[in-house]
């Protein structure tokens, strides 16, 4: 059931579940979430070298493009790795918790506390300005603008909304993917550092 790491790496399992990627979800949210993150991060590629080709001239916007194209494709590989490493995450998870339930002398206990905490400090450090820019933006008057720029094909002013929704659920998604694997993989390291600092 996971019930030590859920309580001690919270804020890492809560950004795993919203991808989809905590082995202890329903079976439909395990097969429905990861891929439409997958789809949701393709789909953008198709758009940004569409760009790179129409606007190959424009120098500042092609380093935008390919710039743009190498984040996407960092969030999918991250993305892959999940999937292709599932059962072996789910495995390490496991072990993590049974290490919460063979140490049961306070000292050892305090150890694995102590490097969780270090673990969720690192999460809020990593997590925190990404996550808060897109939640809650600087205020600031700004202009009418969309987070990426692509030429989608039509007028963005005409199907600005769409767009926006589009990009912003994209970005979310993406910031997710980093963040949940990035700080979960440091989880696991830094439990694996308690268990050198208990064994001594």
């Given at each position: 059931?996971?019930?030590?790491?859920?309580?001690?790496?919270?804020?890492?399992?809560?950004?795993?579940?919203?991808?989809?990627?905590?082995?202890?979800?329903?079976?439909?949210?395990?097969?429905?979430?990861?891929?439409f993150?997958?789809?949701?991060?393709?789909?953008?590629?198709?758009?940004?070298?569409?760009?790179?080709?129409?606007?190959?001239?424009?120098?500042?916007?092609?380093?935008?493009?390919?710039?743009?194209?190498?984040?996407?494709?960092?969030?999918?590989?991250?993305?892959?790795?999940?999937?292709?490493?599932?059962?072996?995450?789910?495995?390490?998870?496991?072990?993590?918790?049974?290490?919460?339930n063979?140490?049961?002398?306070d000292?050892e206990?305090?150890?694995?506390?102590?490097?969780?905490?270090?673990?969720?400090?690192?999460?809020?450090?990593?997590?925190?300005?990404m996550?808060?820019?897109?939640?809650?933006?600087?205020?600031?008057?700004?202009?009418?603008?969309?987070?990426?720029?692509?030429?989608?094909?039509?007028?963005?002013?005409?199907?600005?909304?769409?767009?926006?929704?589009?990009?912003?659920?994209?970005?979310?998604?993406?910031?997710?993917?980093?963040?949940?694997?990035?700080?979960?993989?440091?989880?696991?390291?830094?439990?694996?550092?308690s268990?050198?600092?208990?064994?001594?």
């Open positions: 059931m996971l019930t030590n790491i859920s309580r001690e790496y919270n804020v890492s399992v809560v950004l795993l579940s919203f991808l989809g990627l905590w082995p202890v979800q329903s079976k439909l949210t395990k097969r429905f979430l990861p891929p993150c997958f789809i949701l991060s393709i789909s953008f590629l198709p758009l940004e070298i569409l760009t790179l080709y129409k606007h190959g001239h424009d120098g500042q916007l092609m380093f935008e493009c390919l710039y743009q194209i190498v984040i996407t494709l960092i969030f999918l590989v991250k993305l892959i790795n999940q999937f292709l490493n599932y059962n072996k995450i789910q495995r390490l998870y496991e072990s993590m918790e049974n290490h919460w063979i140490f049961t002398d000292i206990v305090r150890i694995l506390k102590k490097y969780s905490h270090v673990a969720y400090q690192f999460t809020v450090s990593y997590a925190g300005p996550l808060l820019d897109v939640i809650l933006p600087l205020n600031e008057s700004r202009t009418k603008n969309i987070a990426v720029y692509s030429d989608y094909g039509v007028d963005q002013d005409e199907y600005f909304v769409p767009i926006f929704v589009y990009t912003t659920v994209m970005i979310m998604v993406g910031i997710n993917i980093l963040v949940a694997t990035d700080t979960m993989h440091v989880s696991c390291t830094v439990h694996a550092c268990l050198f600092r208990i064994i001594g």
